[in-house]
């Protein structure tokens, strides 16, 4: 299944919880954070804008970001789980 988000809507594919502190503790899940990382899995064609035109969106397929700690929707499709949030709730990309 392919999920093609509206407007200036991205799907990221969050990075995985980190199981252990770095000193070696083992985190249950329930201790987990969840990650800000991820990467854009599929883009939205951008903000409609005032004017009817569509603003060109700031992140690309592939961008690895970080977005808003509890920003977004949480959604799984056919077993993988994804955040769909609004481009504003991303605050930068990552370069490596």
Not at 22 to 30: A, F, H, K, Q
Not at 75 to 85: H, M, N, S, W
Request: no cysteine; charged share 35%; aromatic share 4%.
């Amino acid at each position: 299944m392919k999920l093609k988000p509206l407007d200036d809507r991205i799907v990221i594919k969050q990075l995985e919880a980190e199981e252990k502190t770095t000193g070696g503790i083992i985190l249950p899940d329930t201790a987990q954070e969840k990650p800000q990382i991820g990467t854009v899995i599929e883009t939205g064609p951008g903000k409609l804008l005032d004017n009817g035109k569509r603003a060109k969106m700031s992140v690309k397929k592939k961008d690895e970001v970080i977005y808003a700690r509890y920003g977004g929707n949480d959604v799984e499709i056919d077993g993988e789980k994804y955040v769909i949030l609004r481009e504003s709730d991303i605050h930068g990309i990552v370069e490596r």
